[in-house]
C-alpha cells in the first residue's frame, strides 16, 4: 500500500534473483476487495530512485560506505554526545511511511529513552489540523464515519481535496454512489480539478478562503431553517454561541470568492445524508484548524453525524492514522492524552522509566524543531522522511540540518540523505513485516515478500540496535514486530483508540480490523452513535415505520459534540505589485510524497491559466531544441525555481500551481503555521515570473538530451 486508502497487495517473487514479479490487488483483503490503484502498483513493483543498500558515514565531507559496526557506533556517538548536553538536544523526526511496531518502538525511545521534547513525524506535516479539529469537536481523534458510509451517502461534498488524483481507488466508491439517483458530487476548490472535472458542481472558491465560505454556508443554512434542530439540542454545545457570531452569508461569499448560488447550493446539498470531506487544501493552512472545525460545524448543524453522512478527513501517508494512534507523538497510545498526569504514570510504569524523563509537552511540531536546531538541538535522527524536500522554506531546513550532526534512516537515497553523518540503510513496503492502519481505522497485516536484502536491516532492528548503545535498559529484549505489536496494543485498553481486541492471530484469521475493538470478536464501525429500533417485519407490519431510538456520546467533559469558535487569521503573504500570483502545491495522480520513488530529474511543473500565461508572455521562454514547453522561473520571498509552464484552463487567474512532489518546490513555500496544529501553511504564498536564468537553459538542455 502507498496512500492512506490501505488497499491490500498481493506480492510474488521472482523464482529466482531478488525483487518483485508480480503486484496486484487482493481480492480476499476486506477494505478493498481486490482494488488497486497503478500508481502503488507501478512504485511497488518498479520504483524509481537510488537505493540504500549499504551503511555509509561521512569522511573529508563524502558520504563513504562502511561496516554496520562502524555505522551504528558513529551514529550512537554523536547522538550520545548531545544527549550529555540535555535530553532535548537530540531532536527525532517520524514518519507515515513505517509500520505501527516501528513507529511505536521509535516513540519510545524518542520520549522514553531520550526524554525528548523535540520529536514529531512528517504526518503533521499534512493531518495535525484535522486531528485538532476531532480534538475540539469530539474529544477525539479519527473521522466518525468509514468507507461503508460511502454508498449509504446521498450527497459527497469533496472540500479542499483531489481524491481522483490522490485516492483513486477510494474515489471509485465516492462516484458510484454520486451516481446514483438522487445524489450528487460537490467539489470545492479553487482549481477545476481531477474530481472537480467529474463533479455535479463545482465551487471555485478564492484561495484561503475556506474557513470564510464555510461560515458562509452556515450562516445560510440557519437562515433558511436548514438546522437540525432536535440534534443539536440533544447532542451538541456551543451553538447559540456560534450562531450569534455567524457573518452575513452574502458578504461572506463575496470575501470567500464565490457567489449567493454557490452558497445556496452547498446549504442545500447538507440537507440529505452527506459525507462532508476534506484534505491538504484546508489542513494546510494558517486557519487549518478552525477551517477543519467550521466543517465539522456544517455536519453537527445539519445532522449530518449518522451513518451514511459525517466529516471525514482525507489522510495521505500509508500508516498516518496509525502515527497518531501509536507513536506517542502529539499523545500517548491509544489517544491517551499527553499532559495527563495518570495517563504518564501509567506509560511510565509500562516502560519502567520514570516519569519525570517525558517532556512536559509534545513540542512545537516540525517547524519549530527545525527551528530549533543550532539552538537546543545539536543532533537529529530522521526515519523514513525527507524534511529537505518536505518541508516548508526548504533552503532553511538544509542550512539548519548542514549545522547539526544527522543521522537519517531510510530505504531510499534522499535529498535528506546528502545532509547525513550517518546513513542507515532500511526496508520498505514488502520487506518488512508488521502492521498498518489506514484511514478508516482498520489495521492490516503487513508481510515480507522478499527476505531481507543484503545490507539492510528492517526499522525495528535499528532502532532496538541504537536503542543499545544509548538506553539500554529500555527495551528488555530483542524487537520483534508481534511482541512490540502486543505490547502497543495492551497500552491502548479503555481508550478511545482501543486496540486490546487485535492480534496477529486474529488480522492472520480476518485479514483486517477496524478499530475500536476492545475485544476479540469486536470490531468498530460509526463512532459515536447508536441507534435502536424494531424491524416492523417482526410484528408481520412491513408498512409501519421503523420506530428508532438515537443516542450519541463524545470524549467530551459534556459528552457532547462542541461546535468551534475560530476566527480567520489574515493570510501571512498576500499577493502585491511586487508578488502578484497566489502559489498553490496539490498532488499529481503518478507521483507520491516527496517523490523520491516517483519523479523523474527535470523541472517541476508550473500550471497557469491562459490569462495569467499571456499577461507575462515576456517572462516565458523556450529553452531546448525540441521542446515545446516554455519555462520561466518561479520566485517567491525566501527562493526562485525553474519551472517548465503549462497552461491550463483549470487553473484560475492569478495561481500558479505547482506539484508537492518536486524537491524544489518547498524552496518556495512559508514556515508559517497553524498555532494550535503546528501545520504549515503551505497551500498560499505569493510569487512572481521571471525570465529563465542561462543556468536553467543548459540545465533543461542537458534533460532534454
Known amino acids: 500500500m502507498r496512500c492512506a486508502v490501505g488497499c491490500g497487495h498481493v506480492q510474488r517473487t521472482p523464482e529466482r534473483g531478488y525483487g518483485l514479479e508480480t503486484v496486484r490487488g487482493d481480492p480476499s483483503h476486506p477494505v478493498t476487495q481486490g482494488l488497486a490503484c497503478q500508481r502503488g502498483v507501478s512504485e511497488t513493483a518498479e520504483p524509481a530512485g537510488e537505493w540504500l543498500t549499504r551503511p555509509l558515514v561521512r569522511e573529508d565531507g ?92 446521498e450527497t459527497h461534498v469533496v472540500w479542499g481535496a483531489n481524491p481522483a488524483a490522490a485516492h483513486p481507488v477510494m474515489f471509485r466508491w465516492i462516484r458510484q454512489s454520486a451516481d446514483e439517483d438522487d445524489s450528487e458530487l460537490v467539489v470545492v476548490d479553487p482549481v477545476h480539478s481531477e474530481t472537480a472535472e467529474v463533479a455535479d458542481h463545482h465551487v471555485p472558491l478564492e484561495p484561503g478562503g475556506d ?55 452547498l446549504a442545500a446539498a447538507l440537507e440529505d445524508p ?75 510504569e509500562a516502560w519502567d522509566v520514570p516519569v519525570s524523563r517525558f517532556p512536559d509537552d509534545p513540542g512545537p511540531g516540525p517547524v519549530g524543531i527545525v527551528d530549533a536546531i543550532g539552538d537546543d538541538v545539536d543532533a537529529v ?81 535499528l532502532i532496538d540496535q541504537l536503542a543499545d548503545r544509548l538506553r ?40 483486517a480490523v477496524r478499530w475500536p475493538a476492545p475485544e476479540p470478536d469486536v470490531s468498530g464501525g460509526y463512532r459515536y452513535y447508536e441507534a435502536d429500533g424494531n424491524d416492523p417485519a417482526d410484528d408481520g407490519d412491513e408498512s409501519a415505520p421503523e420506530p428508532i431510538d438515537e443516542s450519541w456520546s463524545f470524549h467530551t467533559p459534556s459528552g457532547r459534540a462542541r461546535f468551534s469558535s475560530g476566527e480567520a487569521r489574515p493570510l501571512p503573504e498576500p499577493t502585491d505589485e511586487s508578488y502578484p500570483f497566489t502559489l498553490t502545491t496539490a498532488r499529481r495522480p503518478d507521483a507520491y510524497n516527496t517523490g523520491v520513488r516517483t519523479r523523474k530529474d527535470e523541472p517541476p511543473t508550473a500550471r497557469v491559466s491562459p490569462a495569467t500565461a499571456a499577461a507575462f508572455a515576456d517572462e516565458l521562454e523556450t529553452m531546448a531544441d525540441g521542446d515545446e514547453g516554455q519555462y ?57 515570473l521571471e525570465p529563465p536564468h542561462d543556468r536553467d537553459v543548459r540545465a533543461v538542455a542537458e534533460a532534454s538530451a
Open 62 to 153: 563524502e558520504l563513504v560506505p562502511t561496516t554496520w559496526e562502524s555505522a551504528l557506533q558513529r551514529a550512537a556517538e554523536g547522538l550520545g554526545t548531545a544527549l550529555e548536553a540535555g535530553r532535548d538536544s537530540v531532536a527525532v523526526l517520524g514518519s507515515g511511511q513505517q509500520t505501527n511496531e516501528a513507529a511505536y518502538a521509535l516513540g519510545k525511545l524518542a520520549r522514553g529513552g531520550f526524554g525528548t521534547r523535540y520529536y514529531d513525524a512528517n504526518t503533521t506535516l499534512c493531518m495535525a489540523s484535522a486531528v485538532t479539529a476531532y480534538y475540539d469537536a469530539f474529544g477525539s481523534d479519527a473521522p466518525p464515519p468509514t468507507y461503508d458510509d460511502i454508498p449509504e451517502a
Open 472 to 511: 539500554p535498559e529500555l527495551f528488555d529484549d530483542r524487537l520483534e514486530p508481534e511482541a512490540v505489536f502486543d505490547e502497543f496494543v495492551a497500552l491502548t485498553a479503555g481508550t478511545p483508540a482501543d486496540l486490546s481486541g487485535i492480534s496477529y492471530d486474529r488480522l492472520e484469521a480476518e485479514t
Open 274 to 348: 452527506s459525507v462532508l470531506y476534506w484534505g491538504m487544501g484546508i489542513n494546510q493552512s494558517v486557519n487549518g484548524t478552525a477551517a477543519a472545525g467550521a466543517l465539522i460545524d456544517l455536519c453537527l448543524a445539519t445532522g449530518n453525524l449518522r451513518p451514511g453522512s459525517g466529516p471525514f478527513s482525507l489522510t495521505g501517508q500509508a500508516n498516518s492514522m496509525g502515527t497518531r494512534v501509536c507513536s506517542s507523538k502529539g499523545s500517548w497510545p491509544g489517544h491517551r492524552p499527553f499532559a495527563d498526569p495518570d495517563h504518564r504514570r501509567e506509560i511510565a
Open 381 to 461: 535522527y530522521a526515519v523514513a522522511t525527507n524534511p529537505v524536500a518536505g518541508m516548508p522554506d526548504a533552503t532553511h531546513v538544509r542550512d539548519k540540518l548542514e549545522d547539526s550532526f544527522l543521522v537519517v534512516q531510510d530505504a531510499f537515497r534522499s535529498e535528506t540523505v546528502e545532509y547525513a553523518d550517518v546513513v542507515l540503510p532500511a526496508t520498505t513496503w514488502g520487506e518488512s513485516e508488521g502492521t498498518t492502519t489506514n484511514m478508516e481505522r482498520t489495521v492490516s497485516r503487513v508481510r515480507a515478500a522478499t527476505k531481507t536484502p543484503s545490507g539492510v536491516r528492517t526499522d525495528l532492528e
Open 211 to 265: 474557513l470564510t465560505l464555510a461560515r458562509a454556508v452556515l450562516a445560510r443554512v440557519v437562515e433558511t431553517d436548514r438546522v437540525d434542530e432536535a440534534f443539536v439540542d440533544e447532542a451538541t454545545t456551543g451553538f447559540e454561541e456560534l450562531r450569534a457570531e455567524l457573518p452575513d452569508a452574502a458578504a461572506a461569499a463575496e470575501m470567500a470568492g464565490v457567489s449567493m448560488a454557490d452558497v445556496d447550493r
Open 632 to 688: 520561466a522561473r518561479v520566485v517567491s520571498r525566501r527562493a526562485s525555481v525553474a519551472a517548465r509552464i503549462e497552461v491550463d484552463e483549470a487553473i484560475p487567474d492569478g495561481v500558479v500551481w505547482l506539484p508537492i512532489h518536486h524537491p524544489d518546490v518547498n524552496d518556495l513555500t512559508l514556515p508559517d503555521a497553524d498555532p494550535r496544529s503546528n501545520e504549515p501553511n503551505f497551500k498560499q504564498c505569493a510569487v512572481r
